[in-house]
């Protein structure tokens, strides 16, 4: 047994004990707490924003609270765009998305973190090289492609791409492969358990934490994606949330009020799931070695 | 210091295979690989290869969106070259990445580092940092817009009042740029954060006290353990950021619309006038070959340094 | 070992399967789904089924839908609208190599020569002329449809839609509160505005502490200074001929004047229509040069306003000035061209453009005869200037776009000069000619 190992069983022993608060600590807190309010501001500002009469939107100097709230800017969203319809659309396609794509990827990078076969590294540098190409410009090929599988104006053509291919997604997940010490699986496959076992009983519940993360950010990366399906949907009764709001948004001007409450409509949606989803990643189990 | 040195040799005990298997397995390895990687495969060979072998072939062509495409032999990439233009967009795109990846990156690390020991109020704090990543870009624009402006920006205010000069920030052209990556470090932090936190949250409590106890400081924790440990997700971040950072071009069309001046345009700006503007997909795609190439470039460096710093578990 | 390498072989496969088909599965309910609901279009109408694209401003979406549902009845088709919210360019490039674009779409200035020259658009002169189009050529102002025609001159491959004038919205409280004592639009009626009498008020904006008026690099905001002195922006080929037009020397030097005194603010490059707004709906800015498109924002705002031509040099008559405009094309590749035609036709024709745009308030008919549009509602008190100053303006000179490397280039190149402080009324000229000339 390693200095190491003893160290690590020591020191779960002494983990209970109880620290004193420090200034430190009060200062930490504060710092922190002022720079994650300076970073929601915009967020807020964007929320409040859609509360206030148009005129108070533009007040100089700015207001932050509304003086006068108004619920207008809501009003005219809804009558404008079916929101209930596009919320579906893009729940629909953005929880597709991250359940299969959470799966193939993850598929593919225990492959290319733990299978040793011939090309694997080529394979891996093909995969980061998709990433190189800017998609602005694959686009006509791609929709060609959506042409001829008649996926023009349907959400397969935004969900079969997507769950189907993701060398971000690999890539996370091969780095977190990686990660994992290989002892515990080399023992199970002396034993005879299949790569298959191995796979679902061993590494992905080690991966709760990045498997929590990368899916909040694919979920994100899919409710925001615009250009996709700017491209792809043609009927609004297949729109998702960002092209809705878009709506509000004009060749010249905009509709403020109503743009500032259809984008908070999108957002906090987002917020609150983040808000659920991220104590998955606080408590999530360690990897390391010291699970054994 | 011997700790990270003692991950692996534990980590290095891995039991060696007796040999006549060996050619076996590879076999079986194989046809363990392809069936995991085969959704993958699928995707690729559908939706990447061809879109990709498209553009490559229309970096060779001339072709303006409609009809047929001609072979242009390398004139795109002269037409490039004689272009100032696009010298100046790449040193914009290499000031950016340079101004934006390491800026992000230290950031979200740092913050991942305190926010380790905020205790439950972490979750409260990374609402904070994750909000400007849910925020939609039109009210991104119009909020940055407004704080960008000098007539009226709280910034500019902050500046005069404490006898700062205050710039003109998307007029400058020395501001320009750097504005951009304000707006980009702004929103990529909360991204960033939680892939830190997430990695840092794998290392467990038990090598950070275990180093401790072995009368480790703080900073040789930080160095010797905690960046170790995290390397894998260190390099993912930043070649991933790169590559992203290289391909910057959202806030510029937001800012300033499909006529920006040339201090403030970008290679991926560049490709997308080209292409969608004036209808010069040759061109366009001769430039975003030059950048895969640069990119490919980068990326390989990277992944061939890893050896040298990444550490992974086996 | 050989049981657990059949388990193994079993399982791979079941993963596999339940994968692929699981994502299959899932992935195709809802577009199966939606196919059995009905919401595919081209079931009802002998005439089968017709579409056209657009981009819309807000409010515009739902106007054109009731418009689409009413055609449909109208011409015998199912009409339907595709509303393109956000790069229109992209998504209509894509929609023509892939072979799926609709029958009829909008195309901009900037993208029309293109076009034209690569056949994607159909001429429409032969439907104008002929008995069945329900809107004649000559009910459009002339300087409206100019950048529609091929680059020789000849046929039509688009019709203006709807348009809106470059004017100037002023903010009464502003203007009275720095000591303007009769606003803009009272000056035009008493025939004493000026430039003058508009240097005069900036002046005065910029003593009281707040800013006169911001301009971008948008031809819309600054090709006025060019003709609003009496000058010629171009000949009747189409060249640009400002550099030599004594009148145009004068009014760009007096806007270079401008720049430098601070009464008018360069705003750089910034999104289409955004450079003064924000400011003006703060209360902030006396002066805005944009379109009718202002109108709906500034309905819920406190102080008063009112919009006034550009000036002129005798103070009482309407220059030429900048018009914006789009058209609606014909995809030369149209699936249904007969009914794309009466599509087009209904869409510019008086009826059309009176369906379309009463009630939203946000531009200024294309024909004439619809003077009742600008002026709906009562606001702005002058509403019937836009009429007025459509009659007399110039959309897109074709000079400008006549090929899409200078229709980008222009607006950078302006830039560029405006932010020179060196630049003069002969450097801007020679820069642009150039440029625009080849």
């Known amino acids: 047994m390693s200095t190491l190992t003893r160290n690590i069983a020591r020191s779960q022993e002494t983990r209970t004990r109880r620290r004193p608060v420090r200034p430190g600590k009060i200062i930490l807190h504060l710092a922190l707490a002022a720079c994650a309010a300076l970073m929601a501001l915009p967020f807020l500002w964007m929320m409040f924003s859609s509360f206030k009469p148009l005129d108070e939107i533009f007040r100089q100097p700015p207001t932050f609270l509304p003086e006068a709230w108004t619920t207008g800017g809501y009003e005219t969203a809804f009558a404008g765009a079916d929101f209930v319809r596009g919320f579906w659309n893009s729940t629909y396609i953005a929880v597709t998305v991250t359940v299969v794509s959470l799966l193939t990827s993850t598929m593919a990078a225990y492959a290319f973190a733990r299978i040793d076969f011939r090309g694997s590294k080529h394979l891996f540098m093909v995969f980061l090289a998709t990433m190189m190409i800017p998609a602005q410009l694959t686009i006509i090929p791609l929709y060609i492609i959506m042409g001829w599988l008649g996926w023009i104006d349907t959400p397969l053509s935004l969900i079969m791409p997507a769950s189907l291919f993701s060398a971000f997604g690999v890539f996370l997940m091969r780095q977190y492969i990686k990660g994992i010490p290989r002892e515990l699986e080399e023992a199970a496959e002396l034993d005879g358990a299949s790569r298959f076992r191995v796979f679902t009983t061993m590494i992905l519940p080690l991966l709760r934490t990045p498997l929590t993360a990368l899916g909040i950010f694919t979920f994100l990366g899919q409710w925001n994606n615009f250009f996709g399906p700017l491209i792809f949907l043609n009927s609004d009764a297949n729109f998702t949330l960002p092209l809705l709001v878009n709506q509000f948004k004009g060749q010249y001007g905009a509709d403020w009020t109503s743009l500032m409450s259809a984008t908070t409509l999108v957002a906090a949606p987002l917020l609150i799931i983040f808000a659920v989803a991220q104590r998955q990643i606080v408590d999530g189990i360690a990897l390391s070695g010291s699970k054994s | ?314 | 070992m050989s049981d657990s390498l059949l388990s193994r072989t079993v399982d791979r496969r079941a993963l596999l399967r339940t994968g692929m088909l699981g994502a299959l599965g899932l992935a195709a309910a809802p577009a199966l789904a939606a196919c059995g609901g009905g919401s595919a279009p081209g079931g009802s109408g002998s005439g089968g089924s017709v579409s056209w694209a657009a981009w819309a401003n807000p409010g515009e979406g739902e106007r054109y839908k009731k418009f689409a549902a009413e055609l449909s009845k109208k011409i015998n088709a199912k009409v339907s609208f595709q509303a393109v919210v956000g790069d229109y360019e992209a998504k209509l490039l894509s929609q023509l190599a892939g072979g799926a674009a609709p029958d009829a779409f909008y195309v901009g200035d900037g993208q029309m020569a293109k076009f034209i020259a690569s056949k994607q658009v159909a001429d429409l002169s032969d439907y104008l002329s002929g008995g069945e189009s329900p809107v004649k050529l000559d009910e459009f102002p002339e300087g409206l449809y100019q950048w529609c025609k091929a680059a020789d001159g000849t046929g039509l491959y688009g019709l203006p839609v709807d348009c809106n004038p470059s004017v100037l919205w002023f903010n009464k409280d502003v203007l009275a509160s720095a000591g303007v004592s009769s606003d803009p639009a009272q000056l035009f009626d008493g025939g004493a505005w000026d430039f003058g009498a508009f240097t005069d008020a900036l002046d005065k904006v910029r003593g009281s502490g707040k800013k006169g008026l911001i301009l971008s690099n948008w031809w819309f905001n600054w090709a006025w200074a060019v003709t609003a002195f009496g000058g010629k922006l171009q000949d009747e080929s189409g060249k640009i001929v400002f550099a030599d037009d004594p009148k145009a020397q004068e009014g760009l030097a007096w806007l270079l004047e401008q720049f430098k005194s601070g009464n008018i603010t360069y705003a750089g490059s910034l999104p289409k229509g955004q450079s003064g707004d924000a400011l003006f709906l703060a209360g902030q800015l006396a002066f805005n040069n944009v379109g009718r498109w202002a109108l709906p924002t500034l309905k819920s705002v406190k102080f008063g306003y009112d919009i006034a031509p550009l000036p002129s040099p005798t103070g009482k008559d309407i220059m030429p000035v900048p018009v914006a405009t789009a058209a609606i094309a014909l995809n030369a590749k149209a699936k249904n061209r007969e009914k794309a035609l009466e599509l087009i036709g209904n869409y510019v024709s008086k009826e059309g453009q009176q369906f379309r745009l009463s009630g939203g308030g946000n531009a200024v008919a294309s024909v004439k005869g619809l003077d009742g549009l600008a002026t709906e509602g009562g606001v702005p008190a002058h509403g019937k200037l836009f009429n007025d100053v459509v009659a007399k303006g110039f959309a897109m000179p074709n000079a400008f776009v006549s090929n899409a490397k200078t229709a980008t280039e222009l607006p950078t190149l302006v830039d560029k000069l405006f932010k020179n402080p060196s630049t003069t009324a002969a450097s801007f000229s020679e820069a642009v000619t150039k440029l625009v000339n080849g």
């Open chain 2, 1 to 314: 210091m011997s700790l990270d040195t003692q991950i692996r040799a534990s980590a290095d005990a891995v039991p060696v295979q007796p040999r006549r298997k060996v050619s076996r397995r590879h076999r079986k390895d194989a046809i363990a690989a392809l069936v995991f990687l085969s959704p993958q495969l699928v995707g690729l060979i559908v939706f990447m290869i061809g879109p990709l072998v498209f553009a490559l072939y229309l970096a060779f062509s001339h072709w303006d969106g409609f009809g047929a495409a001609t072979f242009a032999g390398l004139s795109n990439f002269t037409e490039l070259f004689e272009n100032p233009r696009i010298q100046r967009s790449a040193i914009n795109t290499v000031w950016f990445t340079v101004l934006q990846v390491p800026g992000v990156m230290i950031t979200a690390f740092l913050f991942a580092l305190f926010m380790q020991k905020a205790g439950k109020m972490t979750n409260v704090y990374r609402l904070g940092f994750v909000a400007p990543v849910v925020t939609s870009s039109v009210a991104v624009a119009t909020i940055w817009l407004y704080l960008f402006n000098p007539e009226i920006s709280p910034i500019n205010s902050a500046l005069r009042s404490v006898g700062i000069p205050a710039p003109n920030w998307l007029q400058d052209p020395a501001f320009i740029i750097p504005s951009f990556a304000v707006v980009a470090i702004w929103q990529g932090l909360g991204y960033q954060l939680v892939m830190f936190m997430a990695g840092l949250q794998s290392i467990g409590a038990s090598y950070l006290e275990a180093a401790e106890l072995d009368g480790c400081s703080a900073w040789q924790k930080l160095w010797h353990v905690t960046v170790p440990l995290i390397s894998p997700t260190i390099l993912f971040l930043s070649i991933t950021s790169i590559i992203g950072s290289f391909q910057v071009f959202d806030y510029i069309y937001v800012f300033m619309d499909s006529s920006a001046p040339d201090e403030a345009r970008t290679i991926v700006y560049e490709i997308v006038q080209m292409a969608f503007r004036e209808f010069n997909f040759g061109a366009a795609s001769a430039l975003a070959f030059l950048l895969f190439l640069v990119l490919l470039g980068v990326t390989g460096l990277q992944m061939a340094a890893q050896k040298r710093w990444v550490h992974y578990a086996e």
